[in-house]
C-alpha cells in the first residue's frame, strides 16, 4: 500500500511543478506569452525579461514553492520516513517546472516536447524542504555567483551543487536521521536535470558567447560605452 501511495506522492509532485506559474503571471500583467520572449523558459528569469522584476520576483518565489511543497506533502501525508519518496518528490516538481505536462508543443521537426523553465527555483524549494537552514546558505551564495561570475545559467546550476554539497556535509558531521546521504543524491540528481534543461546554455558558454549580468555585465558596458 505504501508502495502505491509513494508513487501517487510523487506523480502529485510533479503535476505541482507543472503549474506554469510564470506564463501565468506574465499573462496577467502584460497580455504576453512568455514562451515567445527570449529563452522561451517560463521560470523566474525569463519572467523577468518579459514582464519586469516584479514579476519575476513572485514567479521566482512560487516556483520555490512548488519544490518545498513536495517535501512538506510528502511529510503531511505520512510518507516522511520513506526517505526516497521525499527525495525523488522535488526531484518530481523540478521535472514538471522543466517538462510541464501542462505546456505540450512540437518543435521543428514535428515532435512532441512539453516546456517548462530550468528548474533552479524549485531546486532552492526542494532544498528548503528538506532541510530549511539551507535557504540562509544557498540564496548568498547564489546571488554572489549571479553578481561575480556574471551568468544566469551558472546561478541556477549553483543552486542544485551547493544543495549537494550542504547535504554531503550534514551527511558526514551530523549524527542524525534528519541528514541522511539521500539528501545529497537529491543535489546530484537536481543538478543533472538542471543541467539537461540548460544545455543550449551551457554550449554558448563553452563558445564564450553566454550573456553576461551583474557586475561583469556593468564593467563590459563602461568599456563598450
Not at 525579461?49 to 513536495?70: M, N, P
Not at 534528519?178 to 563558445?207: C, D, K, Q, T, V
Request: net charge positive; charged share 10%; aromatic share 10%.
Amino acid at each position: 500500500m505504501n508502495v502505491f501511495v509513494g508513487i501517487g506522492i510523487i506523480f502529485l509532485a510533479y503535476l505541482i511543478g507543472s503549474i506554469p506559474f510564470g506564463l501565468i503571471v506574465v499573462k496577467l500583467t502584460t497580455g504576453t506569452d512568455v514562451r515567445s520572449v527570449e529563452s522561451g523558459r517560463t521560470g523566474g528569469t525569463n519572467v523577468m525579461r518579459a514582464a519586469g522584476a516584479w514579476a519575476g520576483l513572485v514567479t521566482g518565489i512560487l516556483d520555490v514553492i512548488k519544490g518545498a511543497s513536495a517535501v512538506w506533502l510528502t511529510k503531511w501525508l505520512g510518507m516522511g520516513n520513506h526517505i526516497w519518496v521525499v527525495v525523488l518528490a522535488p526531484l518530481a516538481a523540478i521535472l514538471g517546472h522543466n517538462h510541464s505536462i501542462f505546456l505540450p508543443e512540437k518543435n521543428e521537426q514535428g515532435k512532441l516536447r512539453l516546456r517548462g523553465g530550468a528548474g533552479g527555483a524549485p531546486c532552492l524549494g526542494g532544498s528548503i524542504g528538506l532541510w530549511w537552514p539551507s535557504a540562509f546558505i544557498i540564496i548568498p551564495l547564489g546571488l554572489a555567483v549571479w553578481y561575480f561570475v556574471g551568468y544566469a545559467s551558472l546561478t541556477t546550476l549553483s543552486f542544485a551543487l551547493i544543495s549537494a554539497l550542504i547535504f554531503v556535509f550534514r551527511a558526514w558531521h551530523v549524527n542524525s536521521p534528519a541528514a541522511p546521504w539521500e539528501y545529497a543524491l537529491y543535489g546530484l540528481f537536481s543538478l543533472g536535470l538542471l543541467g539537461l534543461a540548460l544545455r543550449p546554455n551551457i554550449n554558448r558558454l563553452i563558445h564564450g558567447n553566454e550573456r553576461l549580468v551583474g557586475l561583469r555585465a556593468r564593467i563590459k558596458a563602461r568599456k563598450e560605452g
